[in-house]
């Protein structure tokens, strides 16, 4: 029995953790590697962004170790690695700060609520399977919010990197503000350790590419301010980081305030949102790069259990960290135990070197901010948008304004209502395109008689017509009068073959069009077919009885068995005056020696 229930277990395992069977020393020794390079870049990151978010540096320390083992375990992505984020950061800042002071043990124990809210949010979407919400948010609004956001974290940055010291961050969560700080009061020491800090993390990437370049632009700020301490003991002091109170992050169930809950579920649902989106690109990028299968609903799950778990640890709002994931896979990690050792070396890394950690100066993170901003500017992005698709830029550029100057939940919930608006705008004209054949080749080819200025004349009396997109509620009235005018232009063929396989979807709207589309032309003295419509299209016009009314004969699997069908249907006396002879069917019919 106890041989059995072990057999049972290991088996649940080996299903849940596929990658098990892989585990031997040498994965072991790449994901150790990749594990020690994520904790190298995540110190820095996690000091960073907890100081963006509002927060004292030990929870983004935290928000690095407990919610990135639990996500890497319980998720679907075996690179993916979860912490704080510049961009959530941001938004957590800015969508609290008007409620609390960035800081303060109220404004704390709010995030730390709305972190588990976030964490239920993303279970319940990925355990109702509901991850394909997230394929609603359109890149193009991701990356203006990312833009966006890139100018606030510059914003945000400024006063520490020019040593202005303290400010009230709720008054410059709109860049705007900023325009009241005076320049009189800058701290040369803070803007020479953020230059210093910023030349050493570009010219380290430059000239060694591997290197973790902000650690490295972080350490060279460090020495420099310790130095200039000693050397110029007598001016201002630089603010530091200060003491990590505890490398362990202690459990304790975050104090729920009832008179903010209503405020914090808008809150939570912008960021949860905004971490899925961010979470399942990422995961879809290294997915395709390794050739791993991807689920996104245990990958929401995952997400959800790591927020839950890490906000009774004094973690705040993870997800996905593009700084971190992929160069977790470029450094080799081979399954989720690469970030599982980067949370443990952080863990240590904390432990041991607290005071050291403690020196360092808050202009030399701001300085590495100012690095990660001009990064996610995406400048090259832009001008590529701007040549390609100019309905793309504008929503892009509504979107990054939207983040500058309105609540960050706003912005990217504009944004994705834009992508949608103009994806709809698009369907709502599909292609109509009248056929017919080449003349120039032999054999004759059927094409797109427009373009073609060799094309043959159309038949008087069939319209052959290629539909190309759905025909749903929102398309039937462009449709419509489409069809509409092909009916009253003068001389209209009575006869309408549709060439419908690219027809992929039509609702209750686009039947009912084809119905009153039926009737007009039997009304004409001719017909309505169709070529190869799928079998989903089928099924619904069987459901509503149109298919009775159609008539199998009207619907063909080939364009020669229809053209074959068709044509000796067509009047007679018409045929008798025509000179197109569009079809090889024509020289069956009357009139063809006089043409």
Not at 55 to 69: A, F, K
Not at 212 to 225: A, D
Not at 274 to 286: D, H, Y
């Amino acid at each position: 029995m106890n041989r059995a229930h072990t057999f049972q277990s290991a088996r649940w395992l080996w299903r849940w953790w596929p990658w098990l069977n892989q585990l031997g020393p040498q994965q072991l020794r790449a994901d150790a590697m990749a594990g020690l390079m994520g904790m190298v870049l995540a110190l820095p990151q996690g000091v960073a962004f907890a100081a963006l978010a509002g927060l004292p540096v030990e929870y983004g320390v935290y928000t690095c170790i407990v919610p990135t083992i639990v996500a890497a375990l319980a998720g679907s992505s075996w690179h993916v690695t979860s912490g704080p984020t510049n961009t959530i950061s941001l938004a957590i800042l800015a969508m609290l700060s008007p409620i609390a002071k960035p800081g303060s043990p109220e404004f704390i124990q709010l995030v730390l609520v709305a972190t588990l809210m976030v964490g239920a949010m993303q279970w319940l979407i990925g355990a109702f399977r509901l991850g394909a919400m997230a394929n609603f948010i359109s890149p193009v609004a991701l990356f203006g919010f990312t833009s966006g956001a890139a100018w606030l974290i510059a914003t945000h940055a400024l006063p520490n990197l020019l040593g202005w010291g303290a400010v009230d961050m709720a008054a410059l969560v709109t860049p705007l503000d900023s325009s009241a700080l005076l320049w009189d009061h800058v701290n040369a020491a803070a803007v020479g350790v953020s230059l210093i800090t910023l030349g050493g993390a570009l010219l380290s990437k430059k000239w060694w590419p591997r290197a973790p370049h902000m650690l490295v632009g972080l350490i060279l700020g460090t020495l420099w301010s310790m130095g200039w301490s000693l050397v110029q003991p007598d001016t201002l002091p630089l603010q530091l980081v200060g003491q990590v109170p505890s490398p362990w992050p202690a459990f304790g169930l975050p104090q729920i305030d009832t008179h903010n809950v209503s405020e914090l579920v808008g809150v939570a649902f912008a960021l949860t949102l905004v971490a899925l989106g961010q979470t399942i690109s990422i995961a879809k990028v290294l997915a395709d790069r390794s050739g791993q299968s991807l689920d996104p609903n245990r990958e929401f799950i995952g997400q959800g259990l790591s927020n839950m778990v890490g906000a009774c640890f004094s973690a705040y709002v993870s997800c996905g960290s593009l700084n971190r994931s992929l160069p977790n896979y470029d450094a080799g990690a081979r399954t989720p135990l690469a970030a599982v050792l980067s949370a443990a070396f952080m863990l240590l890394l904390v432990g041991l070197s607290a005071q050291a950690l403690a020196q360092i100066p808050m202009a030399a993170i701001n300085g590495l901010l100012i690095l990660v901003a001009w990064n996610l500017m995406g400048w090259d992005q832009w001008l590529q948008l701007w040549r390609m698709h100019r309905r793309d830029f504008a929503i892009a550029a509504v979107t990054a304004l939207a983040t500058i100057t309105l609540r960050m939940e706003v912005a990217i919930l504009l944004g994705t209502l834009l992508s949608l608006f103009a994806f709809l705008l698009r369907t709502a004209k599909p292609a109509m395109r009248t056929m017919g054949f080449d003349q120039s080749r032999e054999p004759r080819r059927f094409v797109v008689i427009e373009p073609q200025t060799q094309a043959l004349p159309e038949c008087p009396q069939l319209k052959l017509l290629r539909m190309e997109g759905e025909v749903y509620f929102g398309a039937t009235p462009h449709v419509a009068e489409n069809l509409r005018q092909l009916r009253q232009a003068p001389a209209a063929p009575s006869h309408l073959l549709v060439m419908s396989k690219s027809m992929n979807f039509i609702d209750y709207a686009g039947a009912q069009l084809w119905q009153r589309e039926l009737k007009e032309r039997r009304a004409m003295g001719g017909d309505l077919y169709f070529h190869r419509p799928r079998s989903e299209v089928l099924a619904l016009w069987q459901r509503i009885g149109f298919l009775q009314e159609l008539g199998q004969d009207n619907i063909f699997e080939d364009k020669r068995s229809a053209i074959a069908a068709i044509v000796p249907k067509l009047n007679g006396v018409t045929c008798a005056q025509c000179r197109a002879r569009v079809f090889e069917e024509c020289s069956q019919r009357p009139g063809h020696g006089d043409a």
